[in-house]
Nanobody, 125 residues
Framework: QMQLVESGGGLVQPGGSLRLSCAAS????????IGWFRQAPGKEREGVSF????????DYADSVTGRFTIARDNAKNTVYLQMNSLKFEDTGVYYC??????????????????WGQGTQVTVSS
């Protein structure tokens, strides 16, 4: 069965850090671009970060630039999202997605082929 599984979410205070993981099973991520998206209650899903299949190109939403870092380890079939200096507004469910065609963060979430179930990130004091 082909699936993506996110992990690493949790409750963190403002200014804290979390590292999210997106692990694939049943297929290899080598040829897929990966996007991280998030959805806060009552808001639309938004793109957070993007990485090309080789890892040579990354992209970030303005709201997370300088605080989040995306990376991939194709040998482990896993993509990571390191989140530092977390803010209240970073709260939401974070999803990773794998797609053949996306080539930047401008690609919509529905252009991806596979989705994880999401992991909750809550930034609260």
């Amino acid at each position: 069965q082909m699936q993506l599984v996110e992990s690493g979410g949790g409750l963190v205070q403002p200014g804290g850090s979390l590292r999210l993981s997106c692990a694939a099973s049943g297929f290899t991520l080598d040829y897929f671009a990966i996007g991280w998206f998030r959805q806060a209650p009552g808001k639309e899903r938004e793109g957070v970060s993007f990485i090309s299949p080789s890892g040579g190109r990354t992209d970030y939403a303005d709201s997370v630039t300088g605080r989040f870092t995306i990376a991939r380890d194709n040998a482990k079939n896993t993509v990571y999202l390191q989140m530092n200096s977390l803010k209240f507004e970073d709260t939401g469910v974070y999803y990773c997605a794998a797609g053949y065609k996306p080539n930047s963060l401008r690609n919509s979430w529905n252009e991806y082929n596979f989705w994880g179930q999401g992991t909750q990130v809550t930034v609260s004091s």
